[in-house]
């Protein structure tokens, strides 16, 4: 069948986007960009911000308008929204023909194959969730861990690759246990499950034999990321018992002797990457979360030249009172020491983080403590979200969203502008060095926009001139004129800059080399 799939939200969707799209291909389904002409359309949907849930509303709104017109689609909707919905969805939009949580892909092609053979299924047979399954055990939640061999049986094929698949996401922790209040994350991807660091290394070796030059390790906590080898399953965070036995909480099991299976630790697996798969340009990894940051992890970025000197961080607010109500573990001193750490420790490191502004009861002294954080730390760029109420969150149930929205725009604004001169002070600093870039796009300006007071200005505008755009191992975006024709051939390659300019959001610099 002909499938039409689209993605919301995170990396972590992307991946799962990729892997989906891989399992259908290799089962015979084809896909195509335009959903007017697909027989099946697939959302992949997040449910961190209300925003996103609208975007994908509407999307199925305009299917069933379709289905209603007598078109005969499958209509199918996977990822948080479903799991964190279930089948109350179904009832409400009669239109979706099946329903696949975001724990649960694995089952995806058999409720496709269903859809397509019979239409009025009863509900529990159009849905594949993780329901209440998705917080039991982590040990249980692990052991049946069937996604295991959707990510072990990623496909990745040369013959369509245009530069573009250079780069992948590998997948080393599922879930999160942190519970953050506003966040429906542990609701909709379930406790937190560490891959085995043998596939997760087989991964990227097979990724780079294909041609893959930059692999980004994702998890939701990933620096959380901790494997006890010779059992079956690793929890979050504590010392896996031995199979069949269980640890009492003075750390011994039910033998009486202390558990002494071997670890990996998210500093080893880095270390191991890096050194087993030395084909792997750039091995970077996303997103950490402050509070578990080892000096080890800090030591193997430093000392493995190829694990990219780049940090995405959230603080997610500069007030401890905010920070305590959204249970975030940390106090803001905690977070400046851990980025001057990080930034002592990692040669040329770059910041990047994300903030909620307008959670609930943020006092004006509140925000003011967040645009302080802000200026204090060399933050490259963060991402800034207002506050969303998520249903299914301890925020939603306890704390009333008293922000009104304009108070959150004009704090979230505020912020932008606050950002946009600390990136610019940083991206300065890196006027006059020469860096490698991985080119992903390549631009040309057309010579029917002319810059409108008629003066061109070498980098302002860059008429009817090709340009190279991409990122350095800090993931800081740059940006370099081309004059020998179209530069495709270089997407996927990376190249030498001198840089020579700096904006808020990227710097601009001459091409030394063609990769
Ligand atoms: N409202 C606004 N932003 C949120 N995020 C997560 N949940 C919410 C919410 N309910 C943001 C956090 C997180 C990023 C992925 O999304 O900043 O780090
Ligand atoms: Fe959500 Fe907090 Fe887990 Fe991040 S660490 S996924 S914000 S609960």
Known sequence: MRIYLETFGCQMNELDSQLVRGQLSCLGHTFTEDPSI?????????????????????????????????????????????????????????QIDLLCGPGELDKLPALIDNASRTHDLPRPDRAALAGNKSRRTATLAAADDDLESLDLARMFDPSTDDGRHRSAYVRITRGCNKFC????????????????????????????????????????????YSYTHGVAVTLSGTEAPQVGAAVRPNGRNDSGSHATARKTTFAGLLRRIHEEVPSLRRIRFLTSYPRDFGLDALEAMRD?????????????????????????????????????????????????????????????????ATVDLVQRLPFKNNFIFKYSPRPGTVAFDRLPDDIPDEVKRARNNRLLAVQ??????????????TVDVLVDTVRSVPKANPAPNGVELRWERPVGRWQVVGRTAGDLIVTAPFDAGNPSHLIGTIVQVQLEAARPLLLLGTLLTDG
């Not at 925003?51 to 996977?78: D, M, N, P, T």
């Not at 940390?330 to 980025?339: C, G, I």
């Not at 001169?421 to 006027?431: E, K």
């Open 420 to 433: 946009a001169g600390v990136s610019a002070r940083v991206h300065a600093g890196w006027v006059g060095r």
């Open 181 to 224: 209040t506003y966040c429906v994350v542990p609701r909709t991807r379930g406790a937190e499950v560490h891959r085995p660091p043998d596939h997760i290394v087989a991964e990227c070796r097979r990724l780079a034999d294909a041609g893959v030059i930059e692999v980004t390790l994702l998890g939701q906590t990933v620096n959380h």
């Open 304 to 368: 493995c030249p190829r694990i990219c000197p780049y940090l995405h961080a959230p603080a997610q607010s500069g007030s401890n009172r905010i920070l305590r109500l959204m249970n975030r573990g940390y106090e803001v001193e905690e977070y400046v020491d851990f980025a001057h750490r990080a930034i002592e420790t990692v040669p040329d490191l770059c910041l990047a983080g994300d903030f909620i502004v307008g959670f609930p009861t943020e006092t004006e002294a509140d925000f003011a």
């Open 38 to 94: 697909a027989e099946v359309l697939l959302y992949n949907t997040c449910s961190v911000r209300e925003h996103a849930e609208q975007k994908a509303y509407s999307r199925i709104g305009i299917v069933g308008q379709r289905k209603r017109a007598g078109e005969h689609l499958i209509l199918g909707v996977i990822g948080c929204m479903a799991e964190r919905d279930g089948l109350d969805m179904l009832v409400r939009h009669p």
